[in-house]
Protein backbone atom coordinates (compact mmCIF):
# COMPACT_ATOMS: atom_id res chain seq x y z
CA UNK A 1 0.00 0.00 0.00
CA UNK A 2 1.52 3.40 -0.92
CA UNK A 3 -0.17 6.29 0.44
CA UNK A 4 0.10 10.08 -1.20
CA UNK A 5 -0.82 13.02 1.56
CA UNK A 6 -0.90 16.64 -0.11
CA UNK A 7 -2.88 20.01 0.71
CA UNK A 8 -0.51 21.53 3.23
CA UNK A 9 0.51 24.89 3.18
CA UNK A 10 0.69 28.26 4.47
CA UNK A 11 -2.54 30.03 5.98
CA UNK A 12 -3.15 32.01 8.17
CA UNK A 13 -4.65 31.74 11.94
CA UNK A 14 -8.41 31.12 11.51
CA UNK A 15 -7.93 29.99 8.10
CA UNK A 16 -8.99 26.57 6.50
CA UNK A 17 -7.04 23.80 5.07
CA UNK A 18 -8.01 20.26 3.53
CA UNK A 19 -5.43 17.35 3.45
CA UNK A 20 -6.31 14.89 1.17
CA UNK A 21 -4.48 11.20 1.01
CA UNK A 22 -4.84 9.16 -1.68
CA UNK A 23 -4.05 5.34 -1.40
CA UNK A 24 -2.83 2.58 -4.01
CA UNK A 25 -2.85 -0.86 -4.20
CA UNK A 26 -5.17 -1.42 -1.61
CA UNK A 27 -8.93 0.36 -1.31
CA UNK A 28 -9.30 2.48 2.00
CA UNK A 29 -12.96 0.56 2.76
CA UNK A 30 -10.79 -2.10 4.07
CA UNK A 31 -8.61 -0.28 5.95
CA UNK A 32 -8.66 2.47 9.02
CA UNK A 33 -7.07 5.27 8.06
CA UNK A 34 -5.20 7.98 10.95
CA UNK A 35 -4.10 11.10 10.69
CA UNK A 36 -0.80 12.35 12.69
CA UNK A 37 1.28 15.37 12.70
CA UNK A 38 4.67 15.82 14.31
CA UNK A 39 5.75 19.57 15.28
CA UNK A 40 9.29 20.50 15.40
CA UNK A 41 11.00 19.18 18.43
CA UNK A 42 7.76 17.51 19.78
CA UNK A 43 6.68 13.48 19.17
CA UNK A 44 4.15 12.79 16.78
CA UNK A 45 0.72 13.02 17.81
CA UNK A 46 -2.41 11.72 16.61
CA UNK A 47 -4.97 14.05 15.40
CA UNK A 48 -7.76 11.99 14.11
CA UNK A 49 -8.82 8.40 13.07
CA UNK A 50 -11.58 7.09 10.78
CA UNK A 51 -12.78 3.08 10.35
CA UNK A 52 -12.68 1.37 7.22
CA UNK A 53 -16.35 1.52 7.00
CA UNK A 54 -16.25 5.01 8.33
CA UNK A 55 -18.44 3.87 10.91
CA UNK A 56 -16.56 4.88 13.47
CA UNK A 57 -13.86 8.50 14.17
CA UNK A 58 -11.45 9.72 16.69
CA UNK A 59 -10.67 13.15 17.31
CA UNK A 60 -7.79 14.69 19.52
CA UNK A 61 -8.98 17.03 21.63
CA UNK A 62 -7.09 19.82 20.34
CA UNK A 63 -8.86 19.22 17.32
CA UNK A 64 -11.94 18.27 17.94
CA UNK A 65 -14.99 20.55 16.61
CA UNK A 66 -12.24 22.04 14.15
CA UNK A 67 -11.40 19.19 12.33
CA UNK A 68 -13.51 16.61 10.15
CA UNK A 69 -12.47 13.41 9.02
CA UNK A 70 -14.07 11.65 5.62
CA UNK A 71 -13.62 9.09 3.22
CA UNK A 72 -14.42 8.91 -0.77
CA UNK A 73 -14.42 5.23 -1.44
CA UNK A 74 -14.77 6.06 -5.07
CA UNK A 75 -12.03 8.24 -5.30
CA UNK A 76 -9.82 6.37 -2.67
CA UNK A 77 -9.07 9.20 -0.67
CA UNK A 78 -9.60 9.65 3.44
CA UNK A 79 -9.50 13.98 3.87
CA UNK A 80 -8.88 16.08 6.61
CA UNK A 81 -10.75 19.56 6.74
CA UNK A 82 -8.88 21.42 8.77
CA UNK A 83 -10.83 25.16 10.29
CA UNK A 84 -10.12 27.72 12.36
CA UNK A 85 -6.58 27.02 12.31
CA UNK A 86 -3.91 27.48 15.11
CA UNK A 87 -0.46 28.71 14.80
CA UNK A 88 -0.11 25.58 17.39
CA UNK A 89 -1.57 23.14 14.53
CA UNK A 90 1.59 23.79 12.73
CA UNK A 91 3.42 20.57 11.64
CA UNK A 92 3.84 18.06 9.17
CA UNK A 93 0.92 15.86 8.77
CA UNK A 94 1.27 12.20 7.39
CA UNK A 95 -1.79 10.27 6.53
CA UNK A 96 -1.54 6.11 8.27
CA UNK A 97 -3.47 3.15 7.22
CA UNK A 98 -3.67 -0.32 8.82
CA UNK A 99 -6.29 -2.85 9.13
CA UNK A 100 -7.64 -2.07 12.29
CA UNK A 101 -8.40 1.22 14.05
CA UNK A 102 -5.85 1.99 16.49
CA UNK A 103 -4.93 5.46 18.16
CA UNK A 104 -1.07 4.81 18.32
CA UNK A 105 1.28 5.38 15.47
CA UNK A 106 3.49 2.62 16.46
CA UNK A 107 0.77 -0.03 15.19
CA UNK A 108 0.51 1.64 11.73
CA UNK A 109 2.10 -0.18 8.71
CA UNK A 110 1.22 2.12 6.28
CA UNK A 111 2.56 5.77 5.79
CA UNK A 112 2.69 8.76 3.28
CA UNK A 113 5.27 11.26 2.80
CA UNK A 114 3.91 13.65 5.17
CA UNK A 115 2.79 17.57 4.01
CA UNK A 116 3.63 20.58 6.19
CA UNK A 117 1.29 22.88 7.64
CA UNK A 118 2.11 26.34 8.59
CA UNK A 119 -0.39 28.92 9.73
CA UNK A 120 0.84 32.00 10.67
CA UNK A 121 0.10 34.19 13.67
Known amino acids: VQLQASGGGLVQAGGSLRLSCAAS????????TGWFRQAPGKERELVAV????????YYATSVKGRFTISKDNAKNTVYLQMNSLKPEDTAVYYC???????????????WGQGTLVTVSS
Open 96 to 110: AAEDRVSLLAREYKY
Open 25 to 32: GRTFSSLA
Open 50 to 57: ISSNSGNT
